[in-house]
């Protein structure tokens, strides 16, 4: 079979959180009648995929809590993966606690076989190998004195001895050598250099880089459950002390953030949400001369355009976000933050085997069609919307005794509109599944409004956007937020009413931009919104679709879109390197509801009208400025957010907005 | 199956020395902790005898012949199941620290510690050959069996075992109640008193429902009165202890793999 001797499969380990701690049979059955037992999943390893040939030494490095002892545990078997799978091939050495297992009451004789025996030796290779041991450890003296006498140093070297006597196939060290003295280290260190040239495979944990770097020839970088980065230890670890300085950095001016707002001061803005709006005014606020406290619910700040990097991707967490606008100004505002590339949104749609460009468009209609001149093309649209308006109109005037000819066709609902639109042909391939995946419900179903109009371009021109600018930062868009909100002081991981519960008096004024009803604890009902649930997977290939964005047109696929997000900047890192893995998102809409997270807003005439309801309560509210998509109740492109920030600091700052 | 069943065994044989070690410091620290060791556990059973045969016999004289060995049969076996099935229960959660950082099979802790419980109750017949002397009882043939008796009372504490320390893991009240509920239990066996004193119901209640019975009235009925004992009791005896064997396996098996998350 395979040369592997460890192979980890898109391993997850996952453990409950809900209820910390229910480990009696009263509360559990007192909580059972009240319904109060919970469920709270925490994946302390994502879909890790590790693949380790016999004889290599792998080291894992990562921050405490990364799930770097929880994936050795995995791989010895103490933990059993809650999804994927694991098979090892040869013989563990575990040295997860030298001494695992050590009764403190026997004597070092005793507990040489009980440690042999737990590490799963016979009795007979204990006795062949126990001078040797005793030799290695030094501990010959105190042989039969109980091991509680022991100092923790000696405990070490008696288990390192007793795990490392046999020659191992695996050897897993987690952060065990960091007791004992110099000498000790070092014979320690001879002792597994011996082990590494003798065929042992090894996986080693350390905090100590350079040791890392020394003793393997592979490096798996964790972060919380995830894998970061897995490749030659140069590389990796220096990747990762980058990150750990820059978080440290971020570390620190946290640090010098919260003091701040633990100081007397009282700010004059307080922004809650720091996502485009919020950030854009912070900044302007801040130009002005203000003091702006910035606040956060999420534990980063971005808000939905927030991008994360993972295997030198930069991940799109909350939906893909293309910039374009045909406002020069705003192009020139945003390219201060970062440097933009040449992202060209050309979206494609898959309908069962068929490939589609989009937007509708001459390539569109000649795959479709086989038709090359856009003269056909329209013609056959033409025919196919007069076709079926006849019949629609023949059909409605027969049931209201009317006569042809006397009244226009009135769509009466979505799929009316959209055929009467652009043909039935299209409808069918292109926009209904799509459409009914969107709203869960059949596009005869829908009201017609939703598509109000469908262009259709008759030119061979992919470009999804017709504005003039349009791009993607280089290195994500969390870098634009960051600089936007230098000399602001930010907290991430604080609610508003917990922000006001904690420093009540500490602001002048208010910009909020979360959702407007939860600001008046919806005391005139919940505004409704459309969400999208995003499934990430990381995958071992370099290519899965070839563009970043496909849609899936068809009823029978169960999600709506596939981002693959390393295509938003040309499959390459941030150095320019090819990204050997990558990483897709499928889109699924679901149906919202109170709690989850809020998409885009629903203009049907229900929710305007509650919207207006709430939008009176807002204006009255003093010394509070509701901004943005969640605070104003309605859909913007990334430059219209800008814009209404702009417009916004403008007449509260009184200052004009210059580049 | 096959496959699965010849990896589950060549793990058995690959841990069998482990078990012998941990039995092995089992007895060891129970002796070596106590000035007395050994001698203090053929004394203390002794010394409990004598207590409850002075307050005892003469309540039940009628109907009891030799009361000091009809009690000490009782309690043999009782407490041996007792402590099996009690430190059984805390098997699993004792050894928390070493699950977390290696792996062994689990069901190793909870075999290990019925089994020393096992080794501990055999050294401690001393006692009862000693009140066998010094009473003047015959020694009959028929305590040859008491083996099987042994064995028996072992296979039953072993499935309770498992069942409670599967249990324990998840709720660490079980413990008490199961605490609570051997102390009903030692009413309900007819250690120190003649079962035929009970109302005929609960005699019948004792002698379906009470699977202690089937092998405290073995071990009389080869001792005392030097019969082998009946079909009803050899093969009730059978059926209890590998029906919950069979039990405690399962539930065991069943949740091990969660263990670690509540350990």
């Known amino acids: ?659 | 199956m096959s496959s699965k069943w010849l990896y589950r065994i060549r793990t058995f044989r690959k841990y069998r020395d482990l078990l012998i070690e941990l039995v092995k410091r089992d007895i060891k620290l129970k002796y070596r902790r106590s000035v007395l060791g050994y001698v203090w556990s053929v004394l203390n059973p002794l010394l409990i005898m004598v207590v409850m045969t002075i307050v005892f016999s003469s309540m039940f004289q009628k109907n009891i012949v030799n009361y000091p060995i009809y009690l000490l049969t009782g309690r043999v076996l009782f407490e041996f199941m007792k402590s099996a099935t009690q430190d059984g229960l805390k098997s699993v959660i004792k050894n928390a620290p070493l699950l977390k950082k290696t792996y062994i099979p689990k069901y190793i802790f909870t075999l290990s510690k019925v089994t020393s419980c096992m080794v501990d109750t055999v050294l401690s017949l001393g006692a009862f050959f000693i009140v066998m002397i010094a009473t003047r009882s015959a020694f009959h043939v028929t305590m040859f069996y008491l083996p099987v008796i042994i064995l028996q009372t072992y296979i039953f504490s072993l499935g309770m075992a498992f069942f409670l320390a599967a249990l324990e893991v998840f709720f660490r009240d079980i413990e008490y109640i199961y605490k609570a509920f051997v102390v009903a239990w030692t009413y309900i066996t007819p250690i120190f008193y003649p079962l035929e004193n009970l109302p005929h119901l609960l005699q019948v209640v004792v002698k379906v429902f009470n699977p202690m019975y089937c092998y405290i009235a073995a071990f009389r009925d080869i001792t005392l009165a030097g019969n082998m004992p009946g079909p009803r009791i050899v093969i009730g005896g059978w059926m209890w202890a590998f029906g919950f064997l069979i039990l405690g396996l399962y539930v065991f098996q069943k949740k091990k793999d969660a263990f670690i998350l509540h350990v």
């Not at chain 1, 056959?380 to 042809?404: C, D, F, W």
């Not at chain 1, 150095?575 to 897709?584: C, L, M, Q, S, V």
């Open chain 1, 1 to 659: 079979m395979s040369e592997n001797i460890i192979d980890v499969n898109h391993v997850s380990i996952r453990f409950n959180l809900g209820n910390i701690k229910v480990d009696n049979l009263k509360e559990f059955t007192i909580r059972k009648i009240k319904h109060e037992l919970s469920f709270q999943e925490f994946l302390a390893l994502k879909d890790v995929d590790l693949h380790i040939r016999r004889g290599e030494s792998w080291g894992l490095i990562g921050t405490n809590g990364s799930g770097k002892s929880t994936l050795l545990k995995t791989i010895t078997g103490i933990l059993k993966p809650y999804k994927g799978s694991v098979s090892v091939r040869g013989k563990i050495a575990p040295m997860i606690e030298l001494g695992a297992g050590f009764d403190q009451e026997l004597t070092a004789r005793e507990n040489i076989f009980l440690n042999g025996a737990v590490l799963g030796h016979s009795k007979k290779f204990m006795k062949e190998h126990f001078d040797d041991i005793v030799e290695f450890a030094e501990l010959e003296r105190f042989l039969d004195s109980p091991i509680k006498n022991y100092s923790s140093g000696m405990k070490a070297r008696l288990g390192f001895a007793v795990a490392t006597m046999v020659d191992p196939e695996i050897l897993i060290c987690d952060e065990v050598l960091s007791v004992g003295d110099a000498n000790f280290k070092k014979r320690c260190n001879v002792r597994m250099q011996e082990m590494l040239s003798g065929g042992t495979t090894l996986l080693y944990v350390s905090h100590d880089i350079p040791s890392v770097i020394k003793l393997c020839d592979h490096v798996l970088w964790l972060d919380k459950g995830d894998v970061v980065m897995q490749g030659d230890p140069e590389t990796v670890c220096k990747a990762y002390l980058e990150r750990q300085e820059k978080v440290y950095s971020f570390a620190s001016k946290k640090r010098e953030d919260e003091a701040m707002i633990n100081s007397g001061k009282k700010f004059d803005y307080l922004v809650v949400g720091t996502g485009l709006f919020g950030s854009v005014f912070a900044s302007e606020a801040r130009k002005a001369g203000k003091s702006v406290v910035a606040i956060d619910k999420r534990d980063h700040v971005g808000g939905n355009i927030y991008t994360g990097k993972k295997d030198g991707i930069d991940v799109h967490k909350y939906g893909a976000h293309i910039f374009h606008t045909s406002d020069k100004k705003v192009w020139e505002y945003v390219n201060q933050f970062a440097e933009f590339n040449q992202y060209i949104n050309s979206p494609v749609a898959r309908y069962k085997d068929e490939l589609y460009n989009l937007p509708f468009n001459m390539n569109t209609f000649s795959r479709m069609w086989g038709l090359y001149a856009p003269e056909e093309v329209q013609r056959k649209i033409e025919e196919q919307k007069r076709e079926y308006v006849g019949e629609r109109l023949l059909g409605q005037q027969a049931s209201a005794g009317t006569l042809p000819g006397e009244i226009g066709f009135v769509p009466q609902n979505l799929e009316e509109q959209a055929i009467s639109l652009a043909g039935r042909d299209i409808y069918e391939k292109l926009i209904k599944g799509y459409t009914e995946k969107q709203w869960g419900r059949p596009c005869a179903e829908l009201p017609a409004f939703i598509i109000r109009r469908l262009p259709l371009r008759f030119t061979y021109d992919n470009n999804y956007f017709n504005d003039r600018y349009q791009g993607i930062p280089i290195g994500g868009y969390t870098q634009i937020i960051e600089k936007m909100l230098s000399g602001v002081a930010v907290q991430t991981g604080m609610d508003y009413k917990e922000f006001l519960r904690r420093y009540p008096d500490k602001f002048k004024k208010v910009v909020f931009t979360g959702p407007v009803d939860e600001y008046f604890d919806y005391r005139l009902g919940h505004l409704q919104y459309r969400t999208v649930r995003f499934e990430t997977e990381e995958l071992d290939m370099p290519n899965f679709q070839g563009n970043a964005v496909v849609n899936y047109t068809d009823r029978e696929v169960p999600w709506t879109r596939i981002i693959e997000h390393k295509w938003f900047e040309f499959g390459k890192d941030i150095e320019g390197h090819d990204i050997p893995k990558t990483i897709i998102s499928r889109e699924y809409s679901t149906e919202w509801k109170p709690g989850m997270e809020p998409y885009y807003p629903v203009n049907d005439d229900r929710n305007s009208e509650l919207y207006r309801e709430y939008a009176k309560l807002a204006e009255k509210e003093e010394n509070v400025i509701f901004g943005g998509r969640l605070g104003t109740y309605k859909y913007y492109n990334m430059d219209q957010v800008i814009l209404q920030a702009w417009e916004m600091a403008e007449k509260e700052l009184k200052t004009r907005i210059v580049l």
